[in-house]
């Protein structure tokens, strides 16, 4: 339940800061702020995304207690790279400090501020997460949020530079981990010293080739956004940075949640039961992430029109829906990816296949910007997005679902969520064109009832089975 709530808090706040943010900068300061906060993402990705998938993937309530050099090298590795990105950000602006804000280097070390505070919080946040401490995550959650809305838009209405902005997107979260730093802790041991080079190299080994996967899906929308800016200037880049961030959150928002505390549960059944019942789990959660999953993308799509009349700032009209509507398929092959098909590899610490699907996804991108704004015109950029996602998910389900290793997933259950998601779309797709109001008034109620209906009614991905067991749990069990 902490989970969800969190997902909840997360997703609307998020969604609301984003579209605010669009407003108070306008175009083409949004456009450099997302320019910006992409190359930030890049950079957490590069340096400090290794050792949050090393935490998810080797810490846990019994390794806190029985291994505590793990907890000791993950601190002792981002204390270290975390004080270089800030030493380098001060150097930044005392060789640009005449520039001011509008200058290079006020925007490069806002950029690595907000690189090393987002990064600090999700290895905090895999923490909580690899303890099941729900209330943890929650807490941990809720501040952030609350800090980062309150930090961002308020520097974007008061101080109207991106790269105030930037600041403050890095400044909240560290801020949330400080205020819960106590239950954060582990029991006091002595650090051992020794095994920390060891347990660094295991971790790269691991978590290398998973970086350099999502640091090419992350240059995607970076390079795009670049060729946009390019041809067509920021304010462009704006429009189209908006539609990503608004439809990739429309879908990543729920797949990070269910991401984290399913893939726990993967790691945690290896621990008791073996690599065998590992691969079942990780074969029952991709069911449960396509489940969940599939009808957020359909039903954003059906709700497009009513989101860009009622919420988006007038400024973005028009191109917004054109945007988002190009990128959705691409986006939701991202998010299988990331949530159903990586952990995969994850569990059986093989991560080389998703370098190669990444590289192909990669390629195809490239051909897609050389070929398609020629013949397509504005549509080019957004469909080379998507046809290099696509490629990537094509290409890695292919790694995953062949050969003699195969994950072995219930195809039964998947052809039922496409179905029940066809069949919502199908009944909101008339919606659609109706005032953006009464749409959406009628659109949220009837696509929660009929695919959620249809779900419980065929226990769709065993999802009725936990809710069910969910309402049966004590309540002193909170975490879970």
Request: glycine share 12%; hydrophobic share 60%.
């Amino acid at each position: 339940m902490a989970v969800i709530v969190a997902f909840v808090l997360n997703a609307g706040l998020s969604f609301g800061l984003g579209l605010l943010l669009a407003m108070l900068l306008g175009p083409a300061d949004f456009g450099r702020f997302a320019l910006a906060t992409a190359g930030a993402i890049v950079l957490n990705t590069l340096l400090l995304e290794w050792l949050r998938l090393s935490a998810t993937r080797f810490y846990s309530d019994r390794v806190r207690l029985d291994a505590p050099w793990i907890r000791h090298s993950l601190d002792r590795a981002y204390g270290l790279i975390g004080l270089a990105l800030m030493a380098a950000a001060a150097v930044a602006l005392a060789v640009g400090y005449r520039e001011g804000p509008d200058g290079r280097a006020a925007m490069l070390a806002g950029t690595m501020v907000a690189a090393v505070g987002n990064g600090v919080f999700d290895y905090h946040a895999a923490l909580a997460r690899a303890r099941f401490d729900g209330r943890l995550y929650l807490g941990l959650m809720a501040a952030k949020n609350v800090l980062a809305f309150v930090g961002m838009a308020g520097a974007a209405w008061l101080l109207v530079h991106p790269a105030w902005v930037l600041a403050a997107a890095g400044i909240g979260p560290i801020l949330s981990v400080l205020m819960l730093y106590g239950p954060l802790r582990d029991p006091a041991s002595s650090p051992v010293g020794a095994r920390i080079r060891t347990t660094w190299r295991q971790f790269l080994a691991y978590g290398l080739p998973l970086i350099a996967a999502t640091a090419v899906y992350q240059l995607l929308p970076f390079l795009n956004r670049g060729v946009i800016a390019a041809h067509g200037g920021f304010a462009e880049a704006g429009y189209f940075a908006l539609a990503a961030d608004v439809a990739g959150r429309s879908i990543t928002t729920l797949g990070t949640a269910l991401d984290l505390l399913l893939f726990q549960f993967a790691v945690r059944a290896e621990e008791q039961h073996g690599r065998a019942a590992a691969e079942a789990q990780v074969a029952r959660n991709a069911a449960v992430v396509v489940a969940l999953l599939m009808p957020c993308a359909v039903g954003f799509w059906a709700v497009l029109p009513a989101i860009q009349g009622l919420v988006v700032p007038e400024a973005y009209r028009g191109p917004f829906g054109f945007y988002a509507g190009l990128l959705l398929p691409g986006l939701f092959c991202l998010a299988i990816m990331f949530y159903a098909l990586n952990p995969v590899f994850q569990i059986r610490r093989r991560t080389l296949p998703v370098i190669a699907a990444a590289g192909a996804g990669l390629a195809v991108n490239g051909v897609g910007l050389l070929v398609l704004p020629g013949l397509a015109g504005p549509a080019g950029v957004p469909l080379a997005q998507t046809a290099g996602l696509c490629t990537g998910c094509a290409w890695l389900g292919w790694r995953a679902l062949t050969g003699p290793d195969r994950l072995r997933l219930p195809w039964g259950t998947l052809a039922g969520a496409a179905a029940a998601s066809l069949a919502m779309g199908a009944a909101l797709a008339p919606l659609r064109h109706l005032e953006p109001a009464r749409a959406l008034a009628l659109q949220l109620p009837i696509g929660i009832a009929l695919y959620g209906g249809l779900v419980w009614a065929f226990d769709i991905a065993g999802l009725r089975r936990m809710v069910e067991g969910a309402l049966r749990r004590p309540p002193a069990v909170p975490a879970e």
